[in-house]
């Protein structure tokens, strides 16, 4: 597939993750039936990291391992490319999939199932929005350089209307308060990004997937508990 065609494709990315989450929530409904929601919820969040064999949380690791080495920004950007993962990046990854088992236990608890859906989709969409509006930080190009810069703007006329339609479909006025959440999550990331490393990569957009998935069933276990 070329560059353009993967760039192309982002539109879609907000679809895929509805896709997801479906499945994410019809695996916890499942689960229910056989075991409690203490069991069910992580069932849940194991899943959805087996079903995207794990890309965004060796994006998340690499950039961890990256951010804790202190290099400067070409250094940086060596260490984040190699495929070994230190001992920050696989705490990082732990520390994630723990913030999303006990915070999936409560949502499986109260059959909050539209908060498995929509987690995804706003994900992928939070992809989209770092991709329109940064630069790619490796002059050479890259695996995520279709992923980034102006090319990718245009994807955001299809990806923030299905989002948003999801939003308010499935959690009204919650739902698109977490997307605007999603908004400024994705902005202040960008900023970091072109401050550290001269824009993104591949890696920053899959650590950008985990770490919003996990405030995102932060706060959706916050809000079923309240």
Same mark, same amino acid.
């Given at each position: 597939?070329?560059?353009?065609?993967?760039? @192309?494709?982002?539109? !879609? !990315?907000?679809?895929?993750?509805?896709?997801?989450?479906?499945?994410?929530?019809?695996?916890?409904?499942?689960?229910?039936?056989?075991?409690?929601?203490?069991?069910?919820?992580?069932?849940?969040?194991? !899943?959805?990291?087996?079903?995207?064999?794990?890309?965004?949380?060796?994006?998340?690791?690499? /950039?961890?391992?990256?951010?804790?080495?202190?290099?400067?920004?070409?250094?940086a950007l060596e260490?984040?490319?190699?495929? /070994?993962?230190?001992?920050?990046?696989?705490?990082?990854?732990?520390?994630?999939?723990?913030?999303?088992?006990?915070?999936?236990?409560?949502?499986?608890?109260?059959?909050? =199932?539209?908060? !498995?859906?929509?987690?995804?989709?706003?994900?992928?969409?939070?992809?989209?929005?770092?991709?329109?509006?940064?630069?790619?930080? @490796?002059?050479?190009?890259?695996?995520?350089?279709?992923?980034?810069?102006?090319?990718?703007?245009?994807?955001?006329?299809?990806?923030?209307?299905? /989002?948003?339609?999801?939003? =308010?479909?499935?959690?009204?006025?919650?739902?698109?308060?977490?997307?605007?959440?999603?908004?400024?999550?994705?902005?202040?990331?960008?900023?970091?990004?072109?401050? @550290?490393?001269?824009? /993104?990569?591949?890696?920053?957009?899959?650590?950008?997937?985990?770490?919003?998935?996990?405030?995102?069933?932060?706060?959706s276990a916050a809000?079923?508990?309240?």
């Open positions: 597939m070329r560059d353009s065609e993967l760039g @192309r494709s982002m539109a !879609f !990315f907000p679809l895929v993750g509805l896709v997801i989450g479906g499945l994410t929530s019809g695996i916890d409904w499942a689960a229910r039936g056989l075991w409690p929601p203490s069991i069910a919820g992580v069932v849940a969040v194991v !899943f959805l990291a087996l079903l995207t064999r794990g890309l965004h949380l060796d994006g998340l690791a690499d /950039t961890a391992d990256a951010v804790a080495s202190g290099a400067d920004r070409e250094r260490i984040m490319r190699d495929s /070994t993962n230190g001992a920050l990046g696989i705490l990082a990854m732990v520390l994630v999939l723990m913030i999303k088992a006990v915070c999936a236990v409560q949502l499986s608890t109260h059959a909050a =199932w539209q908060w !498995f859906v929509l987690i995804p989709c706003f994900s992928r969409t939070g992809i989209v929005l770092l991709g329109a509006i940064s630069e790619y930080a @490796r002059p050479s190009g890259g695996l995520g350089s279709p992923f980034a810069g102006r090319g990718v703007s245009r994807n955001l006329l299809l990806a923030l209307p299905t /989002t948003i339609a999801a939003a =308010w479909t499935l959690a009204e006025a919650t739902g698109v308060a977490m997307l605007a959440g999603v908004v400024a999550m994705s902005a202040i990331a960008s900023l970091w990004a072109r401050r @550290r490393f001269g824009g /993104t990569t591949g890696d920053i957009l899959g650590a950008h997937v985990e770490l919003q998935e996990a405030l995102l069933f932060l706060a809000v079923t508990g309240a």
